[in-house]
C-alpha cells in the first residue's frame, strides 16, 4: 500500500500554516480503503455551502461567552484516567439539558487539536448569540485510546489504538458526560463527527450504532472508513439519522474516499449533503466544515 503524506499533515502544527512535510517511513497498516490517490474530481464535486462570512471566527465581545474546559475520567477500556476538552455554551447550568457533539480529531492530533485548529468555543459562541445554531456541548476526547495516548513516534502504529476507541467512547466517555453534565441522553439528541481518522471512526462507529447517534459528520474522512457492506448491511436502518454529512477539500488526497461514500450512499439512497470545498487536507477545510455542521443540528 502507497505511503501517504498530506494523511499525516495533521499530524503537526504544520497543518496549521497548510506546510507539505515529509512522508512516514513506515507503511500505513491495511485500512478498507486505499489511501493518498490522484485527485480525480467529479461533477457533482462542489460547495454546498458558501465561504463563511467576513468576522465568523472573531472572538465578540458583545455577548456573554461558554466555557472550555479539560476533564478527566476514568477509562475502564483503557485502564488508567484520560483526558478531554469540553465546551459547553454561554449561560450553561443543570436547569436546562443540552444536545452533545462527540468532536473526533485526526490520526496525529489528540483532545486538544479541535481548540487549536477550530476554536470552535468562538464559533458556537458566535453562532449561538445569531440564533444560527443550538446551544450545545462539545466534547473533544483523545481517540488513540491507549496508555500512552500522546501522538509521538510512527503514529501510524497507534492505528489499533483507534480502533479500540469505539468502547472508550461508548462505555467510559459518553457515561462520564451524562453523569457529569446536564444533557439530553438519547440518539436524537447526540451527534458524531470528526476529521480525518475521526471521520473515518464516526462512520463506522456511528454507523455501527445508529441507535446512539443520530447526527453523522464525517469531515475528509480518512481510510479506515469501512465500505459500504460493513458499514450499512441494511440500507433500511439509516433511517434512524437526523443527519449525515460528508464534505472534504478538492485538493486533498484523500478526496477519493469521501467521494466513495458519497457514490455509496447515493447508491443506497441514503440522504446526505455532500460538500466539496476549494481547499486541501487542511485546518481551513475542517474549521469551516465544523461551522456549517453545527449549523445543520436541529436537535429535536
Known amino acids: 500500500m502507497k505511503t501517504v503524506f498530506l494523511f499525516l499533515l495533521l499530524a503537526t502544527a504544520c497543518a496549521l500554516a497548510q506546510e507539505p512535510i515529509e512522508p512516514p517511513t513506515s507503511k500505513i497498516p491495511p485500512q478498507p480503503r486505499e489511501s493518498w490517490t490522484a485527485i480525480k474530481l467529479k461533477a457533482d464535486d462542489k460547495p454546498a455551502f458558501p465561504p463563511p462570512p467576513a468576522g465568523w471566527d472573531v472572538k465578540r465581545d458583545d455577548f456573554p461567552h461558554g466555557k472550555l474546559e479539560m476533564i478527566s475520567y476514568d477509562s ?20 436546562k439539558k443540552h444536545p452533545v457533539l462527540y ?13 487549536r485548529y477550530a476554536q470552535p468555543e468562538i464559533l458556537l459562541d458566535n453562532l449561538i448569540a445569531d440564533g444560527k445554531a443550538r446551544p ?8 488513540r485510546a491507549q496508555k500512552d495516548d500522546r501522538p509521538i513516534g510512527d503514529i501510524f502504529k497507534h492505528i489499533p489504538a ?57 469531515f475528509s474522512s480518512g481510510p479506515n ?3 459500504i457492506e460493513e458499514l450499512l448491511p441494511d440500507p433500511a436502518a439509516a433511517g434512524h439519522l437526523k443527519l449525515l454529512w460528508l464534505s472534504c ?41 465544523l461551522y456549517w455542521f453545527v449549523q445543520k443540528l436541529a436537535f429535536d
Open 162 to 218: 483507534f480502533l479500540v476507541f469505539e468502547r472508550d467512547l461508548l462505555d467510559d466517555i459518553i457515561p462520564t458526560i451524562e453523569s457529569r453534565y446536564s444533557v439530553q441522553s438519547g440518539q436524537e439528541h447526540r451527534a458524531l463527527a470528526g476529521l480525518s481518522m475521526g471521520g473515518g471512526q464516526t462512520m463506522n462507529f456511528g454507523f455501527a450504532h445508529l441507535d446512539r447517534f443520530g447526527w453523522l459528520g464525517a
Open 136 to 143: 450545545m456541548i462539545i466534547v473533544m476526547p483523545n481517540g
Open 103 to 115: 468532536l473526533l480529531h485526526g490520526i496525529g492530533g489528540d483532545e486538544t487539536e479541535w481548540a
Open 225 to 227: 472508513a469501512k465500505k
Open 76 to 95: 475502564k477500556t483503557v485502564g488508567t484516567r484520560r483526558m478531554m476538552n469540553v465546551y459547553t455554551p454561554p449561560g450553561y447550568s443543570s436547569e
Open 249 to 289: 477539500g478538492s485538493r486533498d488526497g484523500l478526496l477519493h474516499v469521501s467521494q466513495e461514500l458519497h457514490a455509496e450512499m447515493t447508491v443506497k439512497n441514503v440522504p446526505h449533503i455532500w460538500h466539496v470545498t476549494d481547499h486541501a487536507h487542511d485546518a481551513g477545510e475542517w474549521k469551516q466544515a
